[in-house]
């Protein structure tokens, strides 16, 4: 698929870009009413790196991606984009910047060309229609009205309208909300393409599979604050196990917990709507311990899985919550 | 792509005709809606051949003495039956043979029964051969200009640029900030100023289209008389068509849903639909609420609008009208900028 788009589309110009941070946060904070939604966020976000802010709804996501994007001024604290701050440099911003809103609706009677074109002439140079559409693969859309798109390819609109101006950041809030899976793997393609070509991209999600399939670092929030930050293989390794096994045991007697996490390999034991999840280093010589464990508990099994750890067993591990527990 | 192409200003301007043209409601209320109506009050009101007037009498005598009068038609009728066929409309006017002379039975509140009463008088004295004492002579003239749907016009035609205005900017933007489009926009680089500017020149064109199609409708159609001068007359229709946009802007300011702004739309305008003389003067209504009356923009643009068309006023003789619609251009723009919604 990256073949198909000319290197002239995804080329981002070497120009002037220093060797500062594209985003740089200290002691972010907002508040809306009694909800604190940024609880002092310190945040860097290295030149030309995908960057994913991770998390549940109502973590605060959408507000830091707001600030940063200017849209909502923050309490407190200093936000930077490309070494410029909103506050004196707000029309160079504009311009140098890609943004894609959650939920935004572009008019349902406007064709994929139209909004496009309207969107290009907001920026002073920037890459042309054709590119765009071909980048976003909207062709075949091209002059299809907005109202007849699927999800997807209103996603991708929403896609190419941020990157008209050929912007040197770019944000992405939540793109992949309500799609399918593979409108979804559609549209992960083209932010690889995006990276390819060394724009920086900061994004965010509830998807702890795109975090870890896109970016290059993660930062996972909650309540309004950063709990953990690393590249995904950090994150990952730091919830002590590289697989997860789950088991879940019927009958009338209780497990010893005790029993389960004195088993060599096991880094750690919770328990999740009657599911025990144990964290293992090394699957072929755990797992048959655990077994033994359980025959001679008595025990008797009916279900059991394992699992390499993902981003979500990282957010499970600090919070005690899944990620989608509202 | 050429330069034009290339300005935002334009580009948001061709995307307004764009969204209005895809919009076939919004082409029938703005275009046709305005023509069919003058077209129904054309009809209903138009003015017919002097018309003839249904009497009775309760004696042959009678009947013919009023039947000689071309304006009346008129038939012998017993006093019972005269006066149910007065109740029921079906005679203006009964003329009752007494003993010392006629007595007439009529609703002295309806007009057309006062002539009624007038024309058999003059039947029944003429045919007991009385004559007139001052010799009179009858010119007819049919004049443009004084008839209804004279008056109608420059009021629909009021009417039309304030729901058109009002219509137009409001539910376009409020639909733009609940769809987040508004939100979209103002996180990229556009400049803020043109977006507000793209509505009124999208306005400013399509008024020239409207407003032609109308007038020019009433003028082939009905004849309606242009008095005034007409570029005097653009200028009146500009500035109503400005005034309402920016009342139709602060109406759109801080209305996050639709149903919000349609509902303040209509609060607006409902008061100026009664009120402000479209359908019949704005004089009728008592001498207290005046004030407030003649303060409505709509009441203003129309008492402009039909000083133009209908007496061939200059601007000079119209400065207080003039001044309301600027008043209500500049105090409503000035507040909408200023607590305007942008997300």
């Keep these: ?326 | 792509m050429n330069k034009l192409e290339l300005s935002s200003l334009y580009q948001l301007t061709m995307v307004r005709f764009k969204l209005f043209l895809r919009e076939p409601e919004a082409i029938f209320w703005i275009f046709i809606f305005p023509i069919l109506l003058a077209v129904g009050l054309g009809i209903a009101f138009r003015n017919r051949l002097a018309d003839v007037l249904q009497v009775g009498a309760t004696t042959t005598q009678l009947t013919q003495a009023l039947a000689a009068d071309r304006g009346l038609a008129a038939k012998t009728v017993n006093e019972a039956d005269g006066a149910h066929a007065l109740a029921t409309g079906d005679i203006l006017l009964l003329a009752i043979q007494m003993p010392d002379g006629v007595a007439y039975k009529y609703d002295d509140t309806n007009p057309d029964a006062r002539s009624a009463r007038l024309v058999a008088d003059r039947a029944i004295q003429a045919a007991s051969g009385q004559h007139e004492a001052v010799h009179a002579e009858n010119q007819l003239v049919h004049e443009t200009g004084a008839r209804y749907i004279d008056f109608v016009v420059p009021g629909l035609l009021g009417m039309n640029l304030m729901g058109s205005a009002i219509w137009g900017m409001g539910f376009a933007i409020v639909e733009a900030r609940q769809k987040k489009l508004l939100k979209r926009l103002v996180a990229s680089p556009m400049p803020r100023w043109q977006y507000l500017a793209s509505f009124l020149l999208s306005r400013l064109v399509m008024l020239v289209i409207e407003v032609v199609a109308f007038l020019g409708f009433a003028r082939l159609v009905f004849g309606v008389p242009f008095r005034g001068s007409i570029l005097q007359l653009t200028f009146l229709c500009v500035l109503t068509s400005l005034a309402f946009s920016a009342l139709g802007l602060l109406v759109a300011s801080r209305a996050k849903t639709m149903e919000a702004a349609s509902g303040l739309m209509n609060l607006v305008m409902l008061p100026m639909w009664i009120l402000s003389g479209v359908f019949f003067s704005a004089s009728r209504f008592p001498a207290v609420v005046q004030p407030v009356v003649r303060a409505l923009p709509l009441t203003a643009a129309i008492d402009a609008l039909r000083g133009n068309m209908l007496q061939g006023m200059n601007l000079g003789q119209m400065v207080a009208p003039v001044a309301i619609l600027l008043a209500w251009l500049v105090v409503p723009f000035a507040v909408a900028l200023r607590i305007f919604r942008w997300r």
């Design chain 1, 1 to 326: 698929m990256t073949d198909a788009i000319t290197s002239s589309v995804l080329d981002v110009n070497l120009r002037a870009r220093g060797n500062g941070p594209s985003l740089l946060l200290k002691g972010l904070r907002k508040a809306f009413a009694d909800v604190v939604a940024v609880d002092g966020l310190d945040l860097e976000v290295k030149h030309g790196e995908c960057f994913g802010l991770l998390g549940p709804n109502g973590a605060g996501k959408t507000t830091t991606i707001e600030i940063c994007e200017g849209l909502t001024p923050p309490d407190a604290g200093t936000v930077e984009l490309l070494g410029l701050s909103w506050a004196t440099s707000a029309k160079e911003l504009r311009r140098r910047i890609g943004i894609q809103l959650q939920e935004t609706q572009f008019p349902d009677k406007l064709t994929v060309e139209e909004t496009l074109r309207l969107f290009r002439s907001f920026f002073p140079r920037g890459i042309s229609i054709d590119e765009s559409i071909k980048t976003a693969q909207l062709e075949e859309k091209r002059n299809s009205r907005v109202g007849g798109l699927s999800g997807g390819q209103k996603q991708r609109l929403a896609m190419a309208c941020a990157l008209v101006g050929d912007p040197e950041l770019l944000f992405l809030d939540e793109p992949t909300t309500g799609l399918d899976p593979q409108a979804r793997r559609h549209l992960w393609d083209l932010v690889d393409q995006l990276k390819l070509a060394g724009r920086t991209i900061i994004l965010t999600t509830h998807y702890m599979d795109e975090a870890e399939r896109l970016c290059d670092r993660v930062a996972i929030m909650d309540h309004g604050k950063i709990i953990a930050l690393g590249t995904p293989q950090q994150l990952i390794a730091s919830v002590g196990g590289e697989h997860i096994v789950e088991l879940v045991i019927t009958g009338h007697r209780e497990v010893d917990v005790a029993l389960l996490t004195a088993i060599p390999g096991v880094q750690s034991h919770r328990v999740d709507a009657g599911m025990h999840q144990l964290t293992v280093r090394d699957l072929h010589t755990t797992v048959p311990l655990i077994f033994q464990s359980l025959t001679s508990q008595g025990l008797h099994l009916s279900d059991f899985r394992t699992h390499s750890a993902t981003l979500e067993d990282v957010f499970v591990g600090l919070t005690g919550r899944n990620l989608r527990d509202e």
